[in-house]
């Protein structure tokens, strides 16, 4: 007779880095793991320009983080080859870890974290990891948008950041989901993930927003090839359809 033993559901993360490319979609997979039951703390969650949920990111995550990566002679958009943590960057980190305990589960995002990860890893080897990617043309031209950047800049940042994305995947339990702008579609990728993370999905979802990020056309010209292979390998390991 035919096993009928009901696959164990996955262990409930407590502690959850959000990983993706920024104009990806991190702020609506971050609100979302707030309506599951994560707590997010105090963020950055006034409307701006751009977003008008907030980034939903920790202030001072997000100013240490770039000041990390400028003490290694980079910046987001002009990320370092390598990073390495000064005493100022992981007392600021581990105050932040501290400030979250008894919160279980808690979850936070900065989209710098996908080329400082190794640094929370040291402290937190148990952190949980989920991640977003979008289309390379739609995230190029929404930094257009949004920075000036020609689409090639966009383009080239894009492959850094989702490259360590595939990375994590591919050596850690990362599920990762691709951003669509179509409500039913995201909405069934997001329930995939939460329920991945152990957590319960919302019976009415509020927080995400198909506008956010702030729509990029990606139905121009065929992508270079290792931008191409590195999408579709992205691709390969989402879930949620």
Not at 49 to 65: C, D, F, I, T, W
Not at 81 to 89: A, D, N, P, T
Not at 114 to 129: A, I, M, Y
Request: glycine share 10%.
């Amino acid at each position: 007779m035919a096993d009928q033993t009901e696959p164990a559901a996955p262990a409930r993360a407590n502690a959850i880095a959000v990983l993706g490319m920024h104009r990806s979609g991190t702020s609506a997979l971050s609100g979302s793991l707030a309506e599951a039951g994560a707590w997010l703390g105090r963020v950055l969650g006034q409307s701006i320009a751009h977003n008008r949920k907030g980034l939903q990111e920790p202030a001072s995550v997000l100013y240490m983080q770039e000041n990390l990566l400028q003490a290694n002679g980079g910046s987001w958009d002009n990320p370092p080859r390598s990073v390495e943590w000064g005493k100022l960057h992981t007392a600021v980190r581990d105050l932040f870890l501290e400030s979250r305990q008894g919160f279980e589960p808690w979850a936070f995002k900065d989209p710098r974290t996908l080329l400082t990860l190794e640094g929370w890893l040291d402290v937190r080897p148990d952190l949980s990891l989920a991640g977003i990617f979008r289309h390379p043309v739609a995230v190029a031209r929404s930094l257009q948008r949004r920075n000036g950047f020609p689409l090639t800049k966009g383009l080239y940042l894009w492959q850094v950041y989702n490259e360590r994305l595939l990375h994590w995947s591919e050596t850690r339990a990362c599920p990762l989901i691709e951003f669509s702008t179509r409500p039913g579609e995201m909405a069934a990728r997001l329930d995939a993930l939460i329920r991945a993370l152990g957590l319960t999905p919302p019976p009415a979802p509020e927080f995400f927003d198909a506008d956010l990020p702030e729509g990029g056309d990606d139905t121009i010209t065929a992508l270079p090839g290792d931008i191409s292979a590195l999408y579709s390998r992205l691709q390969e390991r989402a879930i949620g359809g």
